[in-house]
């Protein structure tokens, strides 16, 4: 962020080779010097022979000697915090001396980089700078001087009148606004609370080039510049920190509320200076904008100050339209108070008076039957397509679920996060309302409602834009205890008749029948029922109030709208109730074992519902799934899922009878695979396929030893394990049996070694291992590779490899086997599989996870030699393996990517994606290389181009900053460094967008160097 000001006064001008003379001279330093961007002063950056770092400071001739010499003594007061520079003293003795006309200190330069050169500030670094800036102020308590009892423009105490003096100097009309909004506001109701503000001496000045951070740990490491210390409210020193950290910020009061919170944990804030802040931090971006508009009028040929403005036109706006008690709260909810402090109130008096009110529907909900009706994100009520949410629809599944109760009320729960709020394209990157903070009835259209208690109409509207409250009518009470407490109540979806002579101001007696259930589509267009809501505070609406907040706001909606159910007394299980993530993260730590991992660490996704690239979590908020390729045609693809819930309720048994499900998949599936692989074996999981390879490769050949690739995966089971060098060389693993022999990735990025073509190449050192063997008098049982390696790092085989190493292998009597689990089923684009595009047939292909879209299932073809000499009298026989409901699913899944068109989609849309890629890693240095075909890609990660050495911390950063803007990708290959990206195959050009965008984003917040 640019300064906000220009200078005042003349900037002291030395050389460089002067500096670096003067502190020769009165320092007895050696030292080279490099100038250091600063307002008033010059400041010079001092490196010394010996490696220590030094600020010059010489001051500009309008600074006071007694302003100065405070400066001094607060480093020297503030030394135990460790975030302050000290002062160095001359040769003779001083802190501050007088040279040629100018004063002059010098002080240790810290570590750290300026806030505002650094990309990413996170939740905890604005929370540490709220730390060390309460850290520091809590030491500055007891620092006084009189010369810090000044009158200063940037004194935030008499902001005021600075911003009436120039606020007609600002030219931008809507900024001008801004400006004499926020300073309304200030004046009316903050200027009151001033004076019972704490006061104290504070830096005054905690700007974005003042704090000194660590980027990669994101914490603050050092605030300087003690140059606009003053004698002020103490809290000031928070807002102006505040006002710093919101500039640039999409969301700028929650960035500023992090410093609020971390400033409140160390110097706890009194309700009035919390009461303040809102208003102190507006007016801090006044006071910059006005300043700035002044200094433009004195000079406008100085383009620079005008662009210097460009933040402040920005988000003062925005902060300036928020209302200022919602602020408030928002900040009090930060800090770790309930949000709407006259909350608590309305709720125990509510509570207190339960027993007395009317029933909202004529009868006692307490006794009646009543079926919760489950609207959160991951119910089956809805459907996470929008045209199947219409109002005949959800009241037809709404009917069943009463019916199943024998109710004929339902309720809708309060505080439940639903997706029925917002729509699949909505715009990224701003958070959806998803927080139901009201309480749904749901009954008969027509159906009347009495008034719990008596109230006042305080608002009537017809709110009939689509998916709104439609009629509407809010009633004002106010609490019988001393003082009295004002609160609301909202009635919505009525029917249009129910505003037929309501009036504002029309008084509505405690059981009076006031109004009716409306239904679709004069309803809002919506299933038939009343949302009630309670509201502590209407924030100034009218009438239609929010009735869904955003997640991240949630605490704050809730106290601003408690639970209506404080009004009707139904009984709490009547409710549909799902654990939260901590709860259901306790449990898995106390019964689930531990290296069964979650990703995302501490930040785990709980993770609610899944439709096409889509997952949900429990917020209701959105993420582009360019992770799983399981769910290959699309989670929760209808098709699949409308099949296999079909087949389950009919029949799901084994294959030890005849069914039509296994035989049509079985012919389906050979169909798309070339000779002579005909034979299908169906198991339940690609573990368990690739454990039947092995059993069919070794009856077939009578021998064990077997070839693999370097890095592969092939399953978790005891003998898998011993055949995936991923697993038994990695942490835990005790390295490969005897009778596994490994043979290198073929990595053509990372294996430079090879000469010539590297298929042929790489093929040769597994012929080399093929030698080895036979010279130790070893047979071979077979070759087992991935197609496309996926943990070993999204690798494509060069051209010709398995074409060379089937040759050879078969050379030796060993079979070839394919395992496709990963890259089967279309997911390359070019070929349906893999191996096809090797241009070889496998002996054995081993398929798992796509192949039912997430339904357990998993299979091995090979040919009708291999599996007849496996009929050796033993029986094969998989429990769930082929049941009748897998096949479905499988067969389905088949259909769809095949009437869906998905492997050449797959190819259009992955391929897009990799250029896009490739042309965003152009010029990043840390993209090493992007590969891959179709939806199977890597991007990896290097510290450096020419070593290709790995950046896996990188990796790591940029998945979960990835995932902050709503993306989930994972990392993976030898060293980590491989960003995987194989999502569902109905990824479209717009997920491929954000995905880019996302990667973009990520690597710009990435820490130079991280370690
Ligand atoms: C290449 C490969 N083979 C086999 C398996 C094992 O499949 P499952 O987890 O279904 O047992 C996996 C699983 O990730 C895999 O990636």
Redesign the pocket.
């Known amino acids: 962020m640019p300064r906000m000001s220009q200078p005042i006064g003349l900037v002291p001008a030395l050389t460089l080779t002067e500096a670096a003379a003067l502190v020769a001279d009165h320092y007895g330093l050696t030292v080279r010097a490099s100038e250091l961007p600063s307002e008033r002063d010059q400041n010079l950056l001092l490196l010394a022979n010996d490696g220590r770092r030094f600020v010059l400071k010489i001051a500009n001739e309008q600074e006071t000697r007694a302003v100065l010499e405070a400066e001094c003594d607060v480093m020297r007061h503030l030394a135990h915090t460790g975030t302050c520079p000290t002062v160095v003293r001359t040769q003779d003795g001083h802190e501050l001396t007088r040279i040629d006309g100018c004063w002059v200190r010098l002080i240790t330069a810290l570590e750290g980089t300026p806030l505002g050169a650094v990309p990413l500030h996170t939740d905890t670094l604005r929370r540490d700078i709220g730390r060390a800036l309460g850290r520091l102020d809590l030491a500055l308590a007891s620092f006084d001087r009189p010369s810090l009892h000044r009158a200063f423009h940037w004194n935030l105490a008499l902001a005021q009148e600075v911003v009436d003096a120039h606020v007609h100097l600002v030219t931008d009309t809507v900024l001008r606004e801004s400006i004499s909004r926020v300073s309304a506001h200030h004046l009316a109701t903050i200027v009151p609370l001033l004076p019972s503000l704490r006061r104290s001496v504070i830096h005054g000045d905690a700007n974005d080039y003042n704090i000194l951070v660590d980027h990669a740990s994101q914490q603050v490491t050092g605030i300087l510049d003690f140059g606009d210390m003053v004698e002020s409210h103490t809290v000031n020193d928070l807002a102006i920190a505040m006002a710093y950290v919101a500039l640039g910020s999409d969301d700028p009061l929650s960035a500023a509320a992090q410093v609020a919170a971390g400033y409140h944990a160390e110097l706890p804030l009194r309700d009035d200076e919390i009461g303040a802040l809102f208003g102190l931090m507006c007016m801090r971006l006044c006071v910059s904008a006005c300043l700035a508009a002044k200094q433009q009028a004195e000079r406008p040929d100085v383009a620079y100050l005008g662009i210097s403005q460009a933040p402040i036109m920005q988000t003062l706006p925005a902060l300036a339209a928020m209302h200022p008690r919602l602020a408030h709260y928002i900040l009090r909810d930060a800090c770790g108070l309930p949000a709407v402090p006259q909350s608590e109130r309305v709720v125990s008096w509510l509570r207190a008076q339960q027993s007395t009110f009317a029933p909202l529907l004529g009868h006692d909900l307490r006794s009646t039957p009543v079926a919760p009706l489950d609207f959160s994100a991951g119910s089956a009520l809805i459907d996470s397509d929008p045209q199947r949410n219409a109002p005949t629809e959800l009241d037809a599944r709404i009917a069943r679920v009463l019916a199943e109760h024998d109710a004929r009320i339902g309720v809708g729960g309060y505080d439940e996060a639903r997706l029925i709020y917002h729509w699949p394209n909505e715009p990224q990157g701003v958070e959806p309302r998803t927080i139901h903070i009201g309480l749904d009835v749901s009954a008969k259209p027509g159906t009347p409602l009495f008034a719990p208690l008596d109230g006042v109409v305080h608002g009537v509207e017809n709110a009939d834009g689509y998916h709104d409250y439609g009629p509407v009518i809010v009633l004002r009470h106010e609490t019988t205890d001393e003082p009295p407490v004002e609160f609301f109540t909202l009635y919505g979806h009525l029917s249009v008749d129910s505003l037929h002579g309501r009036a504002v101001g029309q008084p509505i007696a405690r059981g009076t029948e006031f109004a009716r259930i409306g239904e679709a589509p004069t309803n809002g267009h919506w299933w038939a029922h009343v949302h009630i809501q309670v509201i502590v505070d209407m924030l100034d609406v009218p009438c239609n109030v929010n009735g869904a907040s955003r997640a991240s706001q949630r605490r704050v909606w809730t106290s601003l709208c408690p639970d209506p159910n404080l009004l009707l007394g139904i009984p709490g299980g009547r409710f549909a109730r799902h654990d939260d993530a901590a709860t259901i993260s306790a449990s898995r730590v106390a019964h689930v074992g531990r290296n069964v991992r979650v990703s995302y660490g501490t930040e785990a996704l709980n993770i609610v519902r899944g439709a096409g690239q889509y997952l949900y979590n429990a917020d209701g908020h959105r993420f582009v799934d360019a992770y799983n390729n399981v769910a290959h045609v699309g989670h929760s693809h209808p098709r699949v899922v409308r099949a296999v819930s079909e087949q389950l309720s009919v029949l799901n048994t084994n294959t030890r009878y005849l069914q039509e499900q296994l035989t049509q998949y079985a012919e389906a599936l050979v169909a798309t695979l070339p000779d002579p692989l005909r034979v299908c074996f169906f198991t339940a999981?690609?573990?368990?396929?690739?454990e039947l390879a092995l059993r069919l490769a070794r009856t077939y050949t009578g021998a064990r030893d077997l070839i693999v690739m370097d890095h592969a995966?092939?399953?978790?089971t005891t003998t898998?394990i011993d055949i995936s060098p991923y697993k038994h060389n990695g942490p835990g693993g005790t390295g490969a049996p005897d009778w596994v022999h490994t043979s290198p990735i073929p990595d053509v990025y990372r294996n430079r070694a090879f000469t010539g073509a590297p298929g042929p190449w790489f093929a040769s050192q597994v012929g080399s291992v093929i030698d080895r063997l036979r010279d130790s008098g070893r047979t071979l049982c077979g070759y087992i590779a991935?197609t496309c390696p996926?943990?070993g790092g999204q690798i494509m085989l060069p051209d010709g490899f398995l074409h060379d190493v089937y040759a050879r292998v078969r050379d030796v009597g060993g079979v070839c086997v394919a395992?496709e689990?990963?890259t089967g089923f279309g997911r390359i684009g070019t070929h349906f599989w893999a191996f096809e595009q090797q241009g070889v047939t496998p002996d054995i292909v081993?398929l798992?996870?796509p192949m039912a879209n997430g339904y357990p299932m998993?299979a091995v073809i090979t040919t009708r030699e291999i599996a007849d000499r496996f009929d050796n009298g033993m029986e094969y026989f998989s429990t769930f393996g082929g049941s009748t409901a897998a096949c479905v699913a499988a067969l389905t899944t088949l259909q769809v990517t095949l009437d869906e068109g998905l492997q050449q989609h797959a190819l259009v849309v992955g391929n897009n994606l990799r250029d896009a890629l490739r042309r965003l890693g152009d010029d990043q240095e840390i993209v090493g290389d992007v590969r891959g075909s179709g939806l199977f890609l890597g991007v990896e990660l290097v510290r450096d181009r020419s070593t290709r050495a790995p950046a896996a911390v990188e990796a790591s950063f940029v998945v979960s900053r990835m995932r902050a803007r709503g993306v989930l990708a994972g990392t993976d290959g030898p060293h980590h460094n491989v960003i995987k990206l194989r999502g569902p195959m109905c990824l479209s050009m717009n997920d491929a967008e954000q995905i880019v965008n996302a990667l973009a984003e990520a690597l710009r917040e990435l820490p130079r160097p991280l370690e």
């Open positions: 999981s690609g573990s368990e396929a690739n995966y092939h399953g978790h898998l991935e996926s943990v395992d689990v990963q081993v798992g996870k998993g």
